[in-house]
């Protein structure tokens, strides 16, 4: 693409141009780049919360040890969990959702690239705030006490490592008034507080960047029901967010007046209701779980039927099933109340919701059965982590309706018998998904295979440590283990196990590190691709690995479900696929035709200003949590100038510069409205 | 075909002995916070329920489990193996695996619902035993007998007694789970949460619900007494603590006890001269007129297990947030002959 020295008139700067380097990463608008960008920041966080979760399990590994400080423990739980749910699922899924949602539906990029650029640095610049609080958070003792003369042991008391006790430590959900103005003063829980609210924002821009594009950017033939099933889980998880953000968001900004400006609303002896946070916070707690789920459930429905040569069995079921999940999912948040007291009315009608839920969960499973049922099953690494899924994901399913048991619920609830459930879910759910998924698309991204043997090495040793791991926080949790627990009695009995549980977190570690090891050795020196390495089922396959920046040469006009497949099988009589003979005269022709153009493509510009943004969010809450200073007053307003220009700036600068001569759709159009409401 | 369903027969049975197998294996002998064993009506009933749902749980489980089993070693991929037939549903079986589930839940939901209301408040006449949670321990008070104690919930066996909770700071979350289940502690609200227990008995309780620092440290026993000891319990804890004889060491502590601050947080009854010591601080502790009564002190975490009380005491009042980190209860630099002194004026606060 030849670039003109000239700059419009409306421009600020002159448009950023390279292609390489650390600028071009700067101003990508590009899905893909954007995508790629994600993974790697979730997975840098996968490590710092397994690190975390390793010290942890240390610590737990005898009865009355003391390998951590009190504080530091319960530092380290509260960012272990963080870090899990909004550093490392959300952003995996998102990585997954920006770089294959486009490739998916057939578009050439999302509804608006540099929107989607927005919520990519907002996020990164939040999870600097978040993780900038090991440097500059503090952590004091209850309003008062500080006047009571050793209070505080010196050196925070037994166990080492008790700098890191200056990081929040009122646990990911932050229960009030634990974690409120009084109980734990300091700015520790105010940059989780303020950390929270800007990568809910990062979501929150990303899920009406994703509806819009599924709405409005599919290619010509692909109707709703036609649409892969990952596409689908990531549309409704975006409603998911986009129904649930908004309710954290307020609840949040109560917390953050409570303990910056003395607002009072969870305070009980001023009359506030520590419940009401609970119901706030798993309001949006509660979707929050699907947020998590849904995204891995639509992989292993794209791995599946590739693997077992078969079309997703109940296509629609499954696609249907995933709604009434999102949908329910709404009314089931007090199912983390059980014991706090509210009335049997509520308890029996939420643990009759939460029932419910089980039904479309089911039929998810069952449906995977179908598909696999008469398959020809190739056991890739990317299928054994989706069989792994079923499996695991059954068991955090059942222990899950385990707890809409009420009064079983009652023993259940605050043990380490829940840390087992979510894990199974989230983990050996969520997790197991997201390795399929990169297993899959990792030619997508680098042309290359990831190593199978390596591959199945990393599988099995994940599946053992996993269970080893989780599967004891079962009968630990029953049998007297309660969550979040420095220490442990040795009359309670628990040691045992827990050392089979902490053995099994350093096999999982020894996983990553066979992970990671195949990583870096494929992206280089892995074997070629080539267009289609598993004869796969859905159009992401259609242009040449890796993605070529415009994804796609020509228009698609899809004709069905399954569209690549269809083009390159037909069915015999008995419902068996027939390799068309043109079947490799197609293939070659599609790499050829992606790989060279026949026509310049138009592609949005990258911009400087959604990097911009983002830098100024986090300037204005450091000047919250410091607002009682000059410096703080300062930081809000330079943050609050530097989101305010740069909103001018994008408002001011086209979507695609003239000479791109990028008029083929009303991408701009769209995109100046969005960029108002920011503004 | 049959040939496969003798597999998956065979892997049934294994899965389920497997099963068995692994419930034997699991169950923690003194496990001393369990909830398998439950020692009352109200644990009890929890506890059938929970082993029925897990039951069902089970056998949908092995069920999946199984087919997963039995697919992917049927379907394998094998070379010379066919081309799957494209099978894209079955409206039949999906009906059939949305109904049953249905149906199953719809079993499960009746007695759910039902031991919801069944378990949930007090009876009107039962005994009444106030608890307010403090970070980190929870004071025990019988109104209806004026008895102000600590860490130890005593109880008549087989009889009801209802725990009206409330909570002094943050939250807190009761559970003895030979009992009841968890209600959670909240401040400037009122739960209840019946205790029963069939025979005499110490339960552990524990705080199930993160409440700071030293949440792990925050525990509490249940003693369930024969009623005849129960009476006898009420009577000995509504005297007041005799002083001790001028001169004595015991003497010499109580002077450490009235002089070093302590009453600034913990009140004691006295009968005779000097009065009742009641502190007006905003960060009351337990009282300890008849400390020696209670088993276990600071939150039911001390004595450590084969420790005597003097040892723990020693322990303890050298440097209290050394042992509980974050105890409200300073570091009151007393000397090793104060500590000694005050060991021997608690233990004889019987």
Redesign the interface.
Known sequence: MTATAERPATSIFRRPRSKTGLWSWITTVDHKRIGIMYGYAAFFFFIVGGIEALLLRIQLSQA?AEFL???AY?ALFTMHGTTMVFLFVMPASAAFMNYMLPLLVGARDVAFPRLNALSWWVFFFGAIFMYSTFFFGTSL??A??EG???????G???GSFNWLANSP?G?WFG?Q??AGPF??PGTAMDFWAGGLQILGLSSLVSSVNFIVTTFNMRAKGMKLMRMPVFAWMTTVTAFLLLFSLPIIAVALFMVTTDRQFGSLFFA??N?????LWQHLFWLFGHPEVYIIILPPMGIVSEVMPAF????L?????VVFAGAAIAFLGFGVWAHHMF???IT?VA??AF??AT??I??PT??K???W??T????????TPAMLFA?GF??MF??GG??G??H????????E???YYVVAHFHYVIFGGAVFGLFSGLYYWFPKYSGRLLDEKLGKLHFWLTFIGFNMTFA?MH?LG?????????????????E??NQVVTAGAFIIALAMLVFMYNWRKSRRRGTVAGMDPWDARTIEWMTPNPTPEHNFSESLEITSLDHFWHMKYE?DE?????RRADADEILARLEDIGNNPREPIHLPSPSFFPFLIGLGVPLIFYGIVYHTSLVGKGLIVLGALIVLASAIGWGIEPADEPHYGHDDHDEEHGEEEVVEVHG | MAKSGRLGRVLTLLGLALLLGACSL???????????KPAGPN?E??DD??WM??NI?AG??AF??V??IV??VR???RSG??????????AR??VV??VI??LI?AT??VP??Q???D???CDPDSMRIQLTGH?WWFEVQYPDYGIDTANVVVIPAGEEACLEMTSD???H?F?A?AL?????L????F?ELRLESYEPGEF?A????????????M?ARVLALAPADFQAWVEAQQQPAVLPAEGTQAWEGYQVFVNKGCTQCHSYRVDGEGGNIVPAD??NGPDLTHFASRNVFAGA?LP??GESREDALRRWLA?P??VK????M????LTAEEIDNLIVFLEESR
């Not at chain 1, 029953?478 to 628990?494: I, N, S």
């Open positions: 009355n400080t009190a504080g319960n003792p209850p008062g006490v009571v003369a050793g209070n505080l042991p010196e925070g008391g037994p430590d646990g229960y008034p634990n109980y734990t009980a002896q009359g506030g209701d520590p419940i077992a040569r078969k079309p069995f109940g296509y629609s079921a014991s706090s007291g049997p308890q029996a643990g009759l029932m419910t089980a039904i089911g039929i499973i069952f449906n059965l179908g696999l049922w008469g398959g020809r099953i190739r056991f069989i079923i499996a059954t068991i059942l222990s309706v385990t809409s048991i009420v009064p079983a619920d009652w023993q609830t605050d043990t004891p009968w029953l049998q007297g283990m309660v969550r979040r627990t420095w220490k442990y009695a040795p009359e309670m009995g628990l045992g196990w069915e008995e419902g068996r696929p027939v | 699991v169950e923690i002998e003194d496990a001393a916070l369990t909830s398998w644990a009933r929890i329920l929970f749902v897990f749980a949908v489980f999946v489990v087919a997963l697919i992917v379907f394998r991929d193996a066919k081309e799957p037939k494209q099978l894209h549903g079955n079986l999906e695996w949305t589930p249905a839940l499960i939901a759910t619902v031991s919801v209301f378990l949930t408040g970070q700071d943050v939250l979350n559970w789970p009841h289940g968890k209600r959670y909240v401040p400037g609200q739960t552990w524990h705080c199930a619900e993160y409440c700071g620092l030293s949440h792990s440290l525990r905003a960060f975490v450590e297990y440097d947030p050394s980190p974050g105890s409200y300073p570091n009151l630099a």
